[in-house]
């Protein structure tokens, strides 16, 4: 059997507990990074036949959505945990 260390916020898990220190601080569902995974506006809107598909509900561009999704700090976010 193996020890690993488990992300906080997700299912992600490594031996080297600095491997997951350092995903922590941009783990998509870390809260505090202000994501859209973590946002109550990020909503799916994908049909069955065409899969999942996330969408603001505030009104962001494709471009600002992907911006945020990616980086965080959206100005619009709140925690939809
Ligand atoms: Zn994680």
């Not at 906080?8 to 490594?14: A, E, I, K």
């Not at 809107?45 to 600002?64: A, L, V």
């Not at 911006?67 to 939809?80: D, F, I, K, S, T």
Request: hydrophobic content about 20%; some cysteine.
């Amino acid at each position: 059997m193996k020890q690993v260390y488990k992300c906080d916020f997700c299912y992600n898990t490594n031996e080297n507990p600095e491997k997951i220190l350092e995903h922590e601080k941009d783990c998509y569902a870390n809260p505090s990074l202000k994501k859209c995974w973590t946002c109550i506006h990020h909503e799916d809107e994908g049909m069955p036949i065409s899969g999942s598909m996330m969408r603001c509900q505030k009104g962001m561009s494709y471009d600002e959505q992907e911006e945020y999704e990616g980086n965080g700090n959206c100005p619009l976010w709140e925690n939809g945990n």
